[in-house]
């Protein structure tokens, strides 16, 4: 398994139950991303949202197959990663994902804008349709999911090696300490996998701002802002940081950076982020919650995945590869069923169905 992140932890699981002898290979997470010269992911933080509620049918279904397995990982691992506060998704028109919510019998309720503001402060536009997801939804703390992955798949018996991968063939896996031998290989590894891949990735370069705030806020629901224009908003209600601290955290809109190779990520990622996109974020988060007591404000980079029809990668590209990757935004609240098909590709075992197999000629 390559790449120690998200799918590829939730992959290692998912085959070491199934009682097969696993490897997971991947650096963990560099103490200071302004002089680290390695590897980077798109786990380290502590929020992102989950939600069953999808107007693409693969997203919804995926993402409620993991939900259902959450408390499973929590008392395999000993470690909780889930908040279920809950989910607004607000913006024109939200039928499509209302009609895929009612055909997966997710529970939810239709608000007005003004009962949302009522309920949870959030200034949302007249006209737009807000769908409340108030069970099975909230947020997970993606460096917790990673561990908990990690450490029930070490329970199970899964090998760990803190090594990067510069190559693979026919199951012999290069690191930049040594050569492992495999009989099969499962690419997982995120945005900095994409060089190593020949497929149509799209990498890109966003900015998130963190909103210090006095204490946690726990009646408050995470939300998605669509507003037809931008590429979708999101907010987490505070959570708490390792300072201690508790930040409310805004991502989302124009202001992504296409980033092609190894370097141009890391180069990212050492940046610290686009301050002109953090003050995009901070109007719109102002607008959006204007009754709230602001104490500190921070951003940071991070990167995200992209493949054409937004869908993600899984299945076969040769005898000993395959490949889970590409989460498209939505890839931690349904790593644990995007590393499940990874495993079943693996195994031979693809459900059609299920498992978005399809490399492109
Ligand atoms: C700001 C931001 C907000 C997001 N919000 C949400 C959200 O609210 N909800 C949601 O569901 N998703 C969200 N996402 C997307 C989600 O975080 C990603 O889809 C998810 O992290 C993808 O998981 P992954 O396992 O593919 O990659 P990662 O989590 O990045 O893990 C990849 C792993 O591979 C390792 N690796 C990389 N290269 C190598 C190599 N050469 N050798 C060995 N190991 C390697 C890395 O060290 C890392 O551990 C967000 C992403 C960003 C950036």
Aim: net charge negative.
């Amino acid at each position: 398994m390559i790449g120690a992140g998200l799918i590829g932890s939730a992959a290692a699981r998912h085959l070491a139950q199934m009682g097969h002898d696993v490897t997971l290979i991947g650096p963990g997470e560099p103490a200071d991303w302004a002089t680290h010269e390695g590897v980077f992911a798109s786990h380290y933080d502590e929020g992102r949202i989950t939600r069953g509620l999808d107007s693409m049918p693969f997203w919804a279904q995926a993402s409620r197959a993991s939900i259902a397995r959450y408390a499973e990982i929590e008392a395999a691992s000993g470690i909780p990663f889930f908040q279920e506060v809950g989910g607004l998704m607000a913006g024109p028109d939200m039928e499509a994902a209302a009609q895929e919510g009612r055909k997966g019998q997710v529970s939810f309720e239709e608000l007005t804008p003004s009962k949302a503001r009522g309920a949870f402060g959030f200034v949302i536009p007249d006209g737009f349709e807000v769908l409340h997801e108030a069970a099975d939804a909230g947020h997970i703390s993606p460096r917790r999911l990673v561990a908990a992955q990690q450490r029930a798949a070490a329970a199970l018996g899964c090998k760990r090696i803190e090594e990067v991968v510069r190559h693979t063939e026919d199951g012999r896996v290069t690191t930049d300490k040594a050569v492992h031998h495999f009989d099969q290989v499962l690419w997982a590894a995120g945005g900095f996998g994409a060089p190593h891949l020949d497929l149509p990735l799209d990498v890109q370069g966003r900015t998130v701002t963190f909103f210090e705030v006095a204490g946690p806020m726990p009646d408050l629901p995470t939300l998605i802002f669509a507003n037809g224009v931008e590429i979708d908003i999101y907010l987490l209600p505070p959570i708490q940081y390792a300072d201690g601290k508790h930040y409310f955290k805004i991502g989302g809109g124009p202001h992504d950076k296409p980033l092609r190779t190894e370097g141009e990520m890391r180069a990212w990622y050492q940046s610290g982020g686009d301050p002109a996109a953090a003050q995009a974020l901070d109007k719109t988060f102002r607008a959006l919650v204007p009754d709230v007591e602001v104490i500190s404000t921070h951003w940071k980079p991070c990167v995200t995945m992209y493949a054409p029809d937004e869908l993600p990668f899984i299945g076969r590209l040769d005898p000993a590869t395959c490949v889970a990757t590409a989460g498209n935004g939505r890839g931690a609240k349904c790593s644990d069923e995007l590393g499940r098909l990874g495993a079943m590709a693996l195994l031979g075992e693809e459900d059609p169905a299920l498992a978005p197999m399809r490399f492109r000629p």
